[in-house]
């Protein structure tokens, strides 16, 4: 008996917190129906206004960022004063990362090679993208709410970050789509994309990793990155197809991105983003167990064409091999072991 993946698990009464800090104000109270537009919290905090990835600036590694630096956390700072340097060439020379303007120290991500620089306070309303029930609101846990969601499998999250899941690590968001998901993209300009989970789409490559984090991006998600860029660069990352330049289903791309602008809970223990939503666009019609090959659909696990999406038109001898019709209109004959049965 043949299994399909859903690629979008549906939960029903799924329970998640949203934390909350000293300075801002949760606007719901215990048992309340929560609508979308509902107002959440109110936050007050400052954004930010510049953010600096240490290894780059100056040349130093993460774990030897906290000998460079020449400021603390909350200080405010000048135009022109140094935030860390490193003495390079024997003492001949130093590198000096210089303020580009004045402002408050931001070191919350510095383990992480991130010093950001913070302006002016203010406040923002956080609005509800779903239905829900509170269940609970406490400083420890923050508000406890209960909704319905759906749950996409996320193939691997970066090391670093591995440790700290295996005490319910998990972060909260909202889902942030770069363009349509589907085109490469190097670069992001004036993009607001602070304490958001980012789909950047297909593949991530490490120069627009960089600009996402320095924008205070909290988590990135992606369909595939090259292997050895995922392991070396420690940060909060999300792998859902592969690694390398594999193939990536348009319709599962453009699944994923239809999710933009929902709530999102991307959970390090269960290794599974989890969109909170009630609608019941993304809920499968198709049987858990597969009852006839012809017409379901399929990802390629074979080399020869890995991750691409297609749909199984004909079964030929002894049920061992299979004719797909792919995403892309051709046609070839695999072994049914070498497929992936999948509904969405």
Known sequence: MIVRHKIFEKYDNYKFNIPYKSGDMPLLDRGERIKEGTEIIKKRGSSIKFSFYLPEQIGVSVAEIGKSLKCIDGEFVNEGD?????????????????????????????????????????????????????????PVDGISITSDAFALDVLAIADSFLEESRGGKKIVGEFLVLGDGKDL???????????????????????????????????????????????????????????????SGRSMLELIASMNGKFVVVDYLESQI?????????????????????????????????????????????????TVEWETGHRSMLNIGSLEFVSF
């Open 82 to 138: 140094v935030l860390a340097e490193k003495v390079v060439m024997k003492g001949l020379n130093v590198r000096k990362l210089i303020s580009p303007a004045e402002g408050v120290v931001d070191l919350s991500r510095i383990e992480k090679g991130y010093l950001g620089l913070l302006g002016e306070e203010s406040e923002v309303i956080v609005k509800s993208t779903f239905q829900g029930l509170v269940e609970s609101i406490t």
């Open 185 to 247: 993209l190097l670069d992001v300009q004036d993009l607001e994309c602070e304490d958001k989970v980012v789909f950047v789409g297909k593949y991530l490559h490490p120069e627009l990793m960089h600009n996402l984090f320095e924008r205070g991006a909290s988590f990135i998600l992606t369909y595939s990155m090259e292997y050895e860029d995922f392991r070396k660069q420690g940060l909060p990352v999300g792998v859902i197809g592969g690694f390398g330049e594999i193939y």
């Open 274 to 322: 989890f969109f909170v939503t009630s609608s019941t666009t993304y809920q499968s019609k198709e049987d858990l167990f597969v009852k006839s090959a012809v017409g379901s659909r399929v990802i390629s696990r074979s080399l020869s064409n890995y991750g691409m999406l297609g749909e199984i038109v004909s079964v030929e001898e002894y049920n061992l091999f299979v």
